[in-house]
C-alpha cells in the first residue's frame, strides 16, 4: 500500500481486515505484536500532524506506531502554522509556508506522515476536492496517512469493517447507517466513508435519513436509501449512527421534526442490532443512555480495534516501502 | 495496588517508600532500572491526561514511565475535551463527550491512566467529592493514578515522605507545615495530601497558619494546630511551607496581617531544619531568597524524587496488572 | 563539548561537521545510528523547552535524540509559564517560578535540556545580552543546547556549515548571504549565526543587504559588506537567502524601494550558485517559485541535515557528559 486516504489506496479489502483481526487476536494473548522489519538500530518514524484536534485518533495511532517499534511525534498544527495550498501566489498576507515546503519538509524526518484536516462546512467545492489532503501528499516524498480529512475518515470506516466481520452472525449481514441529531454542525466524513466501505463488503446496506440529510451522490448512487427510520431497522443487525449536517444546503444543521434519535424502542425493531457510533457521542441527543449501556453495544470495542486498523495500514505500508 | 489517587489506595505505605528509595538508588549508581516485567515487544501504555497544566508533574511521570519501558503519550486535555459528568442528562450543551466513553475508550489503549485535575475552588462540595477523578475511576477498566486532583497531590506526598524518610536524623522528627502567602487562590490539595501523609508516618505534625486558613475537619482531626509560626518553628526538623486559599471561606485568599513569609531568621528558630517546598515557589512570597538558596535546601531533591515516586507506583499497579 | 548555544562552545568545528557527515552517511546505508554509548537500559533523556513554536526544529532533534536511542520529551512552555529572571525580586505579580527553579527542576530530570527562545524584537540590549537562554544555563546542572536564542540559531547554521561543506565545489566558494524581503519583523538570529559559523569556515563570504538593514557590529566587523545585490551575486557558489528586521532602528521592517526578492534572472549573476534557505520561506516574497523549484535548490537537503547536525551536537555532548 502506498498510502492510505481512502479505500482506493486499498489493494485488497479482505486482506486489510483479516490482518486487522490477526493482529487483535495476538494482542489478546500477548505474543509479540513487532513487526519483524522494525529494527531497534533503524526504527522508522511516524509524524502525526493534527490540524484539527484528535483524541482517540491520536491515542490508538500513537499506540499503534509504538506497537511496531516506530519513533512517533505527534504535532498540533492547528495553531500558528498557516499554509499557503495555492500555486504562484505572493505570500504577503497571513501564510507564512506554502504546503510545498511544510510537506517536503516533513517528509525529510517521518518514514509515514499522517494528516487530520476537517472541512470548512463552508466552501464545498473546497472540501469536497480534499484540497489540504492532496495537496499534502501531492508535495510529501513518504506515505501520507488520513486520520480524518475533509469529506473521508478511512482508518475509522476501517475499524467499523472490522468490528462487523467479528461480529456478524450470517453472512450477509443487513447494516443500517441512521443519521441522528446533533446541535452542531458536523463534518460528512464519517457517513461518507462508512458507505464506501460497507459499499465493498458483503453486506445489505440500508441508509437512513430525514429529507435534507441526502449525502453526495457519488457515495450513494446505487445504496438504498429510506428515509422511514423505522421502517429501515427493520431486521437490522448493525445499527451505526451517525449525525451529519446538509450536504445539498452545505453546513447546514439539520432538524427534522420527526424524533431521529436512536431509542431502545426503535432498537427493538431490529434483529438483535449491535449499535455502533464512531464517538465521541451525545448521549440522549444522537442515542439513548439505555442503547450506550446495553452489553451488545460495541462503542467501545469499536475505540479498541483503531488500534488494530492502524497498525495494519502501517504495517501494510512499510512492507511496501522498507 | 490497584490505583493511586489517594494514600487510602496504599497496601504498604513503609514498602512503597522504600520501593522509590531502592530505585533511586539504583538510579544513582546506574544500575538496571528496568523493570523485569517490562517486555520490549509488549510495552505496557501510559496515557497522561492533563485536565490542568503541568511541568514537573508531567517531566517525572513521563520518565518514570520510560524507565520502566512504557510507551508514554500525554494529551493536554484541557482546551476543548468538555466531558459531562452527569448521568440521564440530554447532551445538548457544550459538551461533546460523557465520562462514561471518555474514561472508556481511554481504557481501550491505556494499562494505565494518569489524570490531573484542578479544583474549582468555587464549588466546594463537588470539589471535595472529587467529581472528576473519581468519576473518571469509576468508568474507566484500568488503574488510575493522580496527577493531582481537587483536593489531594497523592504523588507529591509520596515523595515528600520519601524525602523524609531520607533526611531525618532522628527517628521521629518534628515536621512542620507552614501556610505562606501568595497573590493567587491556590486550591488545598498539597496541604491536604501532606498532612495525610504524615499522620501516617512516625513524625511529629504541627500545622501552623493564620485563622481563617483551617484545613478541612476530615484532614485536620487530631493534628497539632499552632496559630504562631514562630512557636510552631521551635525545634522543628522540616519546615514544609505551601499557601492555600480558604476552606472556610471557599477559595478566598488569604492575607493576615502579619507576616508569613518563610525567612532565615524563622528557619534559626528551628532545630536546623530542611526546607521543603512542591514548586513551583514564589521567591520572597512564601520563601525568602536567603532560605531557598541555603544548601540544606531540600527543593531540588524532592523535584528529582517525584520521578522515583511515581516509579514505584507504576510498578506497583504493574506488578499487580500484568 | 559542554553546552551548544553558539560557534564558542565547539571546540573543533572541522570535526563537529564530519562528524554530521559521516552520520548522514551512515544514515543513508542504513548502517546502525545508534550511539555505542546509549544503553536501553539507562536511556539518556533529552528535555525540549519550546517558548516559541517550532516545527522543523522540534522534529528534527527530536529525531535525532530517538535516533540516539534517547527518550524525548518536549513541552511547549510558550503559554503559561511565566519565569522571572531578575534576582531579588518580590514575586507577586504574574511570574509563579524563578528561573533558578525552573532550570534547577528540569536539569533533575533531563541529561541535556533544549531551549528554545525568540528576542523581544523591542528591548535590544535584553535581546542581545539573551537573558533567557543565559539565565538557564546558568542555573541548569546539566547541557543546554540552543534551538534558536534571541540573537543565534547555531544549530540552523552548523547544518549550513554542513551543507556547504557537502555540496562546495571549490576549494573556498563564495558564499553570498542576502536580506530578502519580508511583511513580518523577523529576528536577526539566522543571520547573526550564519555570519558567525561562515567567518570560521574557508569561504569568501559576502553579506548584501540595503541600508538600514546592517547587522550587529560585533558579528559582521571585517565582513565584506555589499549594498549592491547584484553585484553581490556575481559569481557566488551559494546564495542564502534571509530577511531580518533592522538592528540600528531595532525591530522595524526594512522596506527597500529596490526589488530585493531573490529572482531567477539574479540567480543566473552566479556562478550557478545553489540556492539556500533555513525555512519557512514565503513564496514570491523572500524569492520566486523559479528559484525554489529549481532541482539545484538546496532547501530540502538542508532541512534534511538539521536531523544530523542535532545528532552530531547530542554524541558530542553525550561522550563528554556520560
Same mark, same amino acid.
Given at each position: ?5 481512502? @479505500? ?14 490477526? !493482529? ?15 529494527? !531497534? ?19 490508538? /495511532? ?26 504562484? $501566489? ?22 509515514? !506522515? ?16 480534499? $484540497? ?18 475533509? /469529506? ?11 468490528? @462487523? ?42 441508509? /437512513? ?44 444543521? !439539520? ?5 431521529? /434519535? ?61
Amino acid at each position: 500500500m502506498n498510502h492510505f486516504t481512502s @479505500i482506493h489506496d486499498v489493494p485488497n479489502i479482505e486482506a486489510l481486515i483479516h490482518k486487522a483481526l490477526s !493482529i487483535k487476536h495476538a494482542s489478546v494473548f500477548e505474543s509479540p505484536i513487532v513487526n519483524p522489519k522494525s529494527n !531497534i538500530q533503524n526504527p522508522k518514524t511516524l509524524v502525526l500532524l493534527f490540524f484539527n484536534p484528535s483524541l482517540r485518533t491520536r491515542l490508538s /495511532t500513537e499506540k499503534a506506531g509504538l506497537n511496531l517499534g516506530m519513533n512517533v511525534i505527534s504535532m498540533n498544527a492547528d495553531a500558528g502554522w498557516k499554509i499557503e495550498f495555492e500555486d504562484g $501566489v505572493v505570500m504577503d498576507g497571513d501564510k507564512a509556508e506554502h504546503v510545498r515546503e511544510a510537506a517536503g519538509v516533513v517528509s525529510q524526518y517521518a518514514d509515514v !506522515i499522517g494528516i487530520r484536516t476537517f472541512p470548512t462546512l463552508t466552501d464545498r467545492e473546497r472540501d469536497y476536492a480534499e $484540497v489540504v489532503l492532496r495537496q499534502f501528499q501531492k508535495h510529501a516524498t513518504v506515505p501520507v496517512i488520513s486520520l480524518e480529512s475533509a /469529506t473521508l475518515h478511512p482508518l475509522q470506516s476501517l475499524t467499523d469493517a472490522v468490528t @462487523i466481520e467479528a461480529h456478524k452472525k450470517t453472512a450477509r449481514p443487513k447494516v443500517v447507517l441512521t443519521w441522528a441529531p446533533h446541535p452542531r454542525a458536523l463534518p460528512q466524513a464519517v457517513a461518507n466513508s462508512f458507505v464506501e466501505w460497507m459499499k465493498a463488503r458483503d453486506v445489505e446496506l440500508v441508509v /437512513t435519513h430525514p429529507p435534507g440529510a441526502e449525502l453526495a451522490p457519488q457515495f450513494v448512487d446505487n445504496v438504498q436509501i429510506e428515509y422511514n427510520q423505522r421502517k429501515a431497522f427493520e431486521g437490522a443487525d448493525f445499527i451505526y449512527a451517525k449525525n451529519w449536517s446538509s450536504y445539498t444546503d452545505y453546513g447546514r444543521i !439539520i432538524s427534522p421534526k420527526e424524533n431521529w /434519535t436512536v431509542t431502545a424502542e426503535k432498537m427493538a425493531l431490529t434483529n438483535q442490532a449491535r449499535f455502533m457510533h464512531c464517538l465521541p457521542v451525545r448521549r440522549n441527543v444522537v442515542v439513548e443512555d439505555a442503547v450506550l449501556d446495553d452489553p451488545s453495544c460495541l462503542i467501545f470495542e469499536q475505540a479498541k480495534n483503531r488500534e488494530f486498523a492502524a497498525q495494519a495500514v502501517l504495517e501494510e505500508i512499510l512492507n511496501k516501502h522498507t
